[in-house]
């Protein structure tokens, strides 16, 4: 009864948070023509002006070194935004022409957007000084995702009195609430490169970071185009592999060989019907344009965490990142046949959902390659309520013989501006818990499938800290299709730490924190737990360095293949293990030179005591960027573990072993619509005899036109690198050779 009156209580007392007082900027109704040129015309002057941008960073809250203009004009079918960016140095105006979405050493303006004035959500765009466009999404009041891509046009020019930039935004890419009454929610940003100076418009305070309750207002929007339209995109893919015999592995043909057939057709499409819904589908959707995804040296007890990079599940993937943990990881779904999604947003209500058929590969017992189908849910849904939000998310999975679903919900709620109480509680449900053996898939009960969490997030100004709480239940295993290290345990974590920012020194910022967490399984046994600190500054030369300690206990786990009848303690998220301890002590820091010069260097290194034995690990890494549109980097990860019970001999002693992971990229911009991408690795293990793991990826994209891509990708690997121990060198590795075109268009 009195967490029911708590919450009625905070959903009474909910409450809209009041814009910044005074920066407001009404759009004025295009009069004439306006040419996306970068060139400002006379009928700029007729629009809705911002000036007088503050700095945020390196001297807030001083004005911007330099004057910036914002002008706003619209039609009925786009939102037209200038930027006059004057600069006493034009030649000192820093453009990196590069593969679109990345605005890395370059002068770049940002424009946000809350289409809906939820002060939650909402869109940014951004444009470097040499055209370079990238656009993205916020959510969660100051949480930033570049997953949303869309079509739009801009322009930049080099002036003598700076540099000037012309966008054209269609409302149509926008969903969004109208004119409303109180206007949309409106940013103004600027990036001096050479400076590292940030301005905004409104002012932003460092210490309390950007964020969509602190935005202007636009006004002035009438009878403007709805969002209702349609997008389509298909594609075709030429594919040629020459992938290992496995039923051969040293005699198999390596020759390249065609796949293709008419499952290398597919298509995307997107129909928005108004601005409160919108509906994707995807048939055979193919990824051969995503970034490569390295590979790692893990001597942790879990995989490897990949980011998700395919375009079909990035759209609306931040909205299902509100909760506290991974409840939905899309790189489960890792090869997909068709699928849909639904997106709704009206008023305080909004809601997303996926579907998909997925299909999975694994080896039977006699290591003979199959394929099984897969239907995979994942849905969430909110209600913001003033300065606070519910939220409710569900998965569900059903193949052949087994299905699971897992649910949860979340409630956040803020007061006085610094104050944050976050609550989730989730369970699993399932028709038995799945154990692998060789030749056959047996079910345990289920015993406490359950998760609770509470984290209280206080601002105190000069100290900000974070305390949590965690119950996790023996069979909780979200792993279907989320992301869980470990299950049955307890938690309690502490986090206090700021950030400060100094005027008129040579530091420009110099900041800290404390972190202590605590863990034992829920019968009170295999306690664990760590405490740290970080010490980081930045100069106002940009040079960045820092530091940092942690000592604990910990315990390693031993995987048990059958957890049936091998003996065992415990049993988490991948199975049943035995433990042993650890008692350990670890320290790193690191240093990095100007990111504004064309050459920047850099190093991690680490020293600490791991199982029984030492570890020490160094990260050297150098960029040069030789032109404007050229960038080559070269990185080393060398660890050397000695002295540790996990690496032994034929003889049982402790073998010393070196892990080294080289790696080398070149990325190269002819142009804005053509680039070039190369990343070439190669991993060593002294322990098996100096055998060595290479890997690449060659690509090159070209934008022949607006949304309209072609590809070229070449992929070479070797086998699967967590089971480095069982690689056979004197096998050749797997290559794969793609093209791809998409066509993009749409009505109205």
């Known amino acids: 009864m009195p967490l029911c009156v708590l919450l009625f209580v905070l959903l009474w007392a909910a409450e809209s948070w009041a814009d910044v007082d005074g920066y407001e900027i009404v759009a004025r109704q295009r009069t004439s023509a306006v040419h996306v040129d970068g060139r400002l015309e006379a009928a700029w002057l007729a629009g809705g002006k911002a000036e007088d941008f503050i700095q945020r960073e390196p001297d807030y809250p001083a004005p911007a070194t330099h004057k910036t203009e914002v002008y706003v004009l619209y039609d009925a079918d786009a939102l037209y935004v200038a930027y006059m960016l004057y600069d006493p140095a034009p030649d000192s ?81 926008l969903r969004h609430g109208g004119p409303r009454e109180d206007g949309w929610g409106v940013s103004f940003a600027r990036k001096l490169y050479r400076r590292n100076e940030a301005n905004f418009w409104p002012p932003v305070d460092p210490e309390l970071g950007w964020r969509a309750t602190k935005m202007g207002v636009l006004t002035g929007l009438e009878r403007i185009a709805p969002s209702a339209h349609l997008e389509v995109l298909p594609h075709v893919v030429g594919r040629w592999d020459a992938p290992v015999d496995y039923a051969d592995p040293l005699n198999g043909a390596q020759e390249f060989r065609s796949e293709n057939e008419w499952d290398n057709f597919g298509l995307t ?147 006085r501006e610094r104050d944050a109480l976050d609550l989730w509680l989730s369970g ?144 988490d998220n991948y199975g049943g293990f035995n433990h042993e301890y650890y008692k350990y002590f670890w320290h790193w820091m690191w240093f990095w030179s100007d990111q504004t010069k064309p050459f920047r260097y ?71 619509k053509l680039s070039f991408r190369g990343t070439v690795q190669w991993i060593e293990k002294s322990y098996y005899n100096d055998q060595g793991l290479s890997f690449m990826n060659l690509l090159m994209s070209y934008n022949w036109q607006p949304g309209s891509w072609f590809y070229l990708v070449y992929d070479e690997a070797a086998r699967d690198i967590d089971r480095f121990d069982h690689i056979d060198r004197s096998v050749p590795g797997e290559r794969t050779l793609r093209a791809k075109l998409t066509y993009f268009f749409t009505m109205p």
Not at 485 to 492: D, H, L, T, V
Not at 517 to 542: K, L, P
Not at 629 to 657: C, K, L, Q, Y
Not at 662 to 667: E, M, P
């Open 269 to 415: 499409m997107k129909f928005v019907p108004s601005a409160d819904l919108s509906v994707d589908a995807a048939y055979q959707p193919d990824f051969a344009q995503v970034d490569v995804d390295e590979a790692v040296i893990n001597l942790s007890d879990y995989p490897v965490f990949l980011s998700e990079k395919r375009p079909f599940f990035l759209e609306s993937k931040e909205f299902f990142e509100e909760t506290p943990y991974t409840f939905v990881y899309t790189r489960r779904v890792a090869d997909p046949d068709y699928g849909g999604r639904l997106n709704f947003q009206k008023g305080r209500y909004r809601a997303s959902f996926l579907a998909a058929k997925n299909r999975l590969s694994y080896f039977d017992q006699d290591f003979v390659a199959r394929e099984k189908l897969q239907d995979a849910f994942f849905g969430r849904t909110t209600v913001n309520l003033g300065r606070h939000r519910l939220g409710l998310t569900g998965t569900f999975v059903n193949q052949t013989g087994y299905s699971a679903g897992a649910a949860g919900a979340d409630m956040k709620f803020r007061w």
């Open 428 to 571: 699993v449900g399932r028709d038995g818990y799945p154990v692998q053996h060789w030749d056959r898939v047996d079910s345990v009960q289920d015993e406490q499938p359950v998760e609770a969490r509470a984290s209280y997030t206080r601002d105190l100004g000069p100290v900000r800290s974070q305390l949590v709480a965690m119950y996790r239940g023996t069979d909780y295993d979200v792993n279907d299709l989320g992301w869980s290290e470990a299950s049955n345990s307890i938690r309690q974590a502490l986090w206090i730490g700021d950030n400060y920012y100094l005027n008129g020194t040579f530091i420009r910022n110099i900041g800290f924190d404390l972190n202590e967490f605590r863990r034992t399984m829920t019968d009170g046994t295999a306690a664990e737990g760590y405490s740290n600190c970080n010490v980081f500054t930045t100069t106002r030369t940009n040079w960045e360095v820092g530091g940092g300690l942690e000592w604990g206990d910990v315990f390693r786990r031993n995987y048990v293949f059958d957890i049936n009848s091998d003996p065992h303690e415990f049993r």
């Open 93 to 173: 105006v820093r453009g990196q022409i590069q593969r679109r979405d990345n605005d890395a050493n370059s002068d770049f303006l940002d424009l946000y957007l809350d289409t809906f004035h939820d002060q939650r959500a909402g869109y940014w765009f951004t444009v470097t000084a040499a055209g370079v466009q990238a656009e993205g999404t916020f959510y969660n009041e100051n949480w930033l995702s570049a997953s949303w891509d869309a079509v739009w046009e801009s322009a930049v020019a080099i002036t003598d009195s700076g540099w000037s930039c012309e966008l054209r935004i269609p409302f149509q890419i």
């Open 602 to 672: 850099g190093t991690d290194a680490r020293y600490r005591t791991f199982r029984d034995g030492n570890a020490y690990g160094i990260e050297p890494e150098i960029t040069w960027r030789p032109r404007s549109n050229i960038e080559t980097s070269f990185e080393i990860d060398w660890t050397r573990v000695w002295d540790s019970r996990s690496f032994r001999n034929a003889a049982g002693d402790a073998e010393t072993t070196d892990f080294r992971n080289w790696i080398l990229k070149l990325n190269w911009s002819p142009s804005l």
